[in-house]
């Protein structure tokens, strides 16, 4: 009598990465056969629709698992307790005196928001919010699967928009998703940096996130901005803000203030702030 060993299912960031991997392969196999353009066109708009329905997948996913307290990847913490997956969708759907039919979860300003309310610190959700990369790929993600699934006339302009930022003469979405770009044709990029994002919100901690994605951008002083420590790009001096939103100081070392001859006011300069994760 054989023994039948079940296998324990894939964690949502191990789900997506096999999905944007199996992806990958079938674009490279359909570029490097003798098929015709349109089949290949059809191809990889297909493929930019299945790595949209991936990420989204998956943000659902993690934020479902995270707020459950299940053994979660990216280490988020729900801020009350939710017993089970019954009682989360009766919170998630009823918004006021509607019941939503079902949930979006891009664009990511929708998943950010929901983490933000349930979710301490929004984490891990929130290690994208500062990531002008990441956020300007999944916003040409969302344009790109609107104009190949709804093209409208709203959806094509925005493509176009897309298109000349990159410089294409594209007038499909197919043809701007194999146009090449560093070597590699555009939906390479998209599905490279779709794995980064998701490496990025299921890591073990802020730091080995930080060290995949690329940067966040620079904080301005006498702004708002998230806890941890910052380094001043003047002088290199540090302060750390102990809570979200708590108002970053000026540096005291490189503060200038300027006075407008015209109107007799005086402006303070100080150097941006950087993040540091250690």
């Known amino acids: 009598m054989t023994t039948r060993v079940l296998e324990a299912p894939l964690r949502p960031g191990q789900a997506a990465l096999l999905d944007l991997q199996i992806l990958t392969d079938v674009i490279i196999d359909a570029r490097g056969a003798s098929i015709k353009d349109k089949t ?13 329905s991936i990420l989204e997948e998956f943000l659902q996913r993690l934020f479902y698992q995270t707020m459950l307290a299940e053994e979660t990847e990216g280490n988020g913490k729900p801020k009350f307790q939710v ?3 019954d009682e989360l969708e009766l919170l998630l759907f009823n918004t006021g005196s509607r019941r939503e039919k079902y949930l979006d979860w891009l664009p990511y300003d929708v998943t950010l928001g929901r983490a933000e309310a349930y979710l301490v610190g929004g984490a891990p959700f929130s290690r994208l919010k500062y990531r002008p990369v990441e956020l300007r790929a999944v916003a040409e993600l969302a344009i790109l699967r609107n104009a190949i699934a709804h093209p409208s006339d709203y959806a094509g302009r925005k493509f176009q928009e897309l298109a000349r930022l990159r410089s294409y003469t594209s007038d499909s979405p197919a043809e701007y998703l194999l146009s090449i770009r560093s070597g590699e044709p555009e939906v390479l990029h998209l599905v490279a ?7 990025g ?4 901690s802020d730091c080995d996130a930080n060290n995949l994605m690329e940067p966040e951008r620079p904080f301005e002083a006498e702004k708002k901005a998230p806890l941890g420590k910052f380094l001043c790009a003047g002088c290199g001096g540090e302060q750390e803000l102990p809570e979200e939103g708590t108002v970053l100081a000026a540096c005291t070392h490189c503060l200038v203030l300027n006075r407008c001859e015209a109107c007799g006011r005086t402006t303070r300069v100080s150097p941006t702030w950087t993040r540091i994760f250690t």
Do not use: F, K, P, W
């Open 193 to 199: 940096r779709s794995s980064t994002i998701v490496q």
């Open 40 to 52: 290949l066109h059809s191809v990889v708009e297909l493929c930019a629709l299945r790595v949209y």
């Open 83 to 85: 017993a089970t997956q």
């Open 201 to 204: 919100l299921t890591s073990t």
